[in-house]
């Protein structure tokens, strides 16, 4: 009689149990290989250029992001490879900024990849999404209209007083390490400065670091912890189920709940100013005030539906955690370069001195002046985020599915995209010179190279409705503080010939902006 389909199937099946049992290493291995392959020689991507083992595997990028130079590296790939390098199995890396606009719209089509959100905290043991972490369109927008008032120039500079208390706060402060005569790490104190005014706008408040002159609840170096892992599991974010992301692993090592620090931290701040319940409810707050935490509670008690606690602790805690690593790494850029070429520094002091003869400079210098008296000063700080942005990864984002031409090629829908700033910013045709530091190529273009410079810079902050909801909070802080600190201070490297260390884990931290400071005029 001929065998039947079903005792063939079954032939077969046991077949394949008898392999396997028997060989079960080789199986193993012959099935990471087909994927090896399959990674690589997908159909549409296959084409695109880029480092030869990084379309097999995900582990390549995670090597790279590990070893802290991923922005050197992605400036280098493009370099070598041109507009489009395929840096993963499914990851596309561009350099043309006229995508810009495209990956980072106002209609969101391009969602955000798996690499956002991991960073969200736990509130009452859930993970909640900020407007940073949620790769929801629809959650984003609810949530960012509830918020984004509050982010806005005007009602920001509201708060210029509290930002000045900082500054105040931050000269006297220096006044007294510098007045010891030894080298002063200028560098922590930028970002003391910048979470004291993030407490401030937030708050009502200082956050105690400029008090202290420390890293207050360890708080810069947990939310480095939290960067740290993020840069890494971001790169095979299907892991985070088995790390951070899995409950056990946190009652198993407590320590590492670093997410929860800055929670933890923001309630702490927030007790300060208000009441909160056991049960979590904020039950009652000052309302009268101009930092977001008054704003938001104010619109809570007329109106809980509009504002919950949840929403108000999660936004607030996402201040904490995005506001002042960003803006230190800017504000240390523009002083390391500045030191490192004396004859800027000379430029940028003689138009502050100059314009403070002719009595146009308050004291602390304010916004209004610092942007329309201080041209050359402009410059520099834009020039400085130029070549050094605080973020230094892809800001990932889904292909939609009909799929994107993207210089000849068509990349489908699924695929990961994205611009590193650090790449953009260093485009030979649009920055001649990438690699210098020239704050006068900002005044020497024409108005239509100027709107395409500034556009370009402008992905320091991220893009369309993504874009980073907290870029007044820094601009006005930045714009303010430096030049008053070379209003008041001679800033000289300690180490002029010493290069500070830079290392790579989602924001391009520094170390090593060691200063000496020398009073130029009296308090
Ligand atoms: C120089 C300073 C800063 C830089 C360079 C910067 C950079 C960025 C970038 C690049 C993004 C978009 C990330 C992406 O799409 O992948 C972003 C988003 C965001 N930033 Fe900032 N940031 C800065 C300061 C701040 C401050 C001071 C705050 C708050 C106090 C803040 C809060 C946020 C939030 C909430 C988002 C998410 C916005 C959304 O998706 O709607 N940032 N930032």
């Known amino acids: 009689m001929a065998p039947t389909a079903t005792s063939n199937g079954s032939h077969l099946l046991s077949h394949i149990q008898d392999v396997a049992l028997a060989y079960p290493l080789q199986l193993v291995a012959v099935f990471i290989l087909f994927r090896l392959l399959w990674n690589k020689f997908q159909p549409q991507l296959v084409s695109i250029p880029g480092p030869p083992l990084a379309a097999y595997t995900k582990l390549w990028r995670l090597y790279d992001v590990w070893k802290g130079q991923a922005h050197l590296t992605a400036v280098a790939l493009h370099r070598k490879y041109g507009p489009l390098v395929r840096i993963g199995p499914n990851h596309v890396s561009v350099a043309d900024p006229s995508y810009i606009p495209v990956f980072y719209n106002i209609k969101e089509n391009y969602t955000k990849s798996g690499f956002y959100p991991i960073q969200c905290v736990s509130w009452k043991k859930q993970p909640e999404m900020n407007l940073f972490s949620t790769r929801d369109p629809n959650y984003h927008r609810v949530e960012k209209r509830k918020v984004g008032a509050a982010y806005s120039l005007p009602n920001l500079l509201e708060s210029e007083e509290a930002i000045d208390s900082c500054i105040k706060l931050f000269m006297d ?175 940028v002091v003689e138009e502050i001195d100059s314009a403070d003869k002719q009595g146009q400079l308050s004291t602390p210098i304010s916004y209004k002046e610092s942007t329309t008296l201080l041209p050359y000063f402009n410059a520099v700080l834009k020039e400085a985020m130029r070549i050094h942005p605080s ?69 320091n902050f991220g893009g369309g409705s993504r874009k980073c909801i907290g870029r007044n909070i820094s601009m006005i802080e930045m714009q303010k503080v430096l030049p008053q600190l070379f209003r008041e201070y001679t800033v000289e490297l300690t180490h002029l010939d010493k290069e500070w260390h830079i290392v790579n884990h989602w924001f391009v931290q520094q170390e090593g902006v060691v200063c000496n400071l020398r009073r130029r005029r009296k308090n």
């Open 173 to 347: 402060r220096l006044d007294e390490v510098a007045g010891k005569g030894q080298p002063v790490d200028l560098g922590a104190w930028l970002q003391y400065f910048a979470f004291d005014v993030v407490g401030e706008v937030t708050f009502a408040s200082k956050l105690g670091f400029l008090e202290q002159g420390q890293d207050v609840d360890g708080m810069m170096k947990a939310i480095e912890g939290m960067l740290t892992y993020a840069a890494l599991c971001g790169q095979v974010p299907e892991w985070h189920k088995y790390l951070l992301g899995n409950p056990a692993f946190t009652w198993v090592m407590p320590a590492m709940e670093t997410w929860n620090q800055v929670l933890v931290f923001t309630l702490k701040a927030i007790n300060g100013r208000a009441s909160i319940k056991r049960d979590g409810e904020l039950i009652s707050a000052d309302t009268g005030g101009r930092d977001m935490l008054s704003r938001w509670a104010s619109v809570k008690s007329s109106d809980p539906l509009k504002m919950s606690t949840r929403d108000i602790i999660v936004h607030l805690s996402t201040n904490v955690f995005a506001g002042s690593d960003t803006t230190a790494i800017a504000l240390r850029a523009v002083v390391y370069y500045l030191c490192k070429n004396p004859h800027y520094m000379a430029k």
């Open 391 to 459: 973020v230094g990864l892809l800001m990932e984002r889904h292909v939609p599915p009909e799929g994107v031409e993207i210089q000849g090629h068509f990349i489908p829908g699924g695929t990961i995209v994205g611009i590193n700033p650090w790449v953009t910013n260093r485009d030979k045709s649009v920055f001649p010179d990438p690699d210098e530091f020239r704050p006068q190529r900002w005044l020497e273009v024409s108005p239509d190279r100027l709107k395409q410079m500034d556009n370009i810079l402008e992905l």
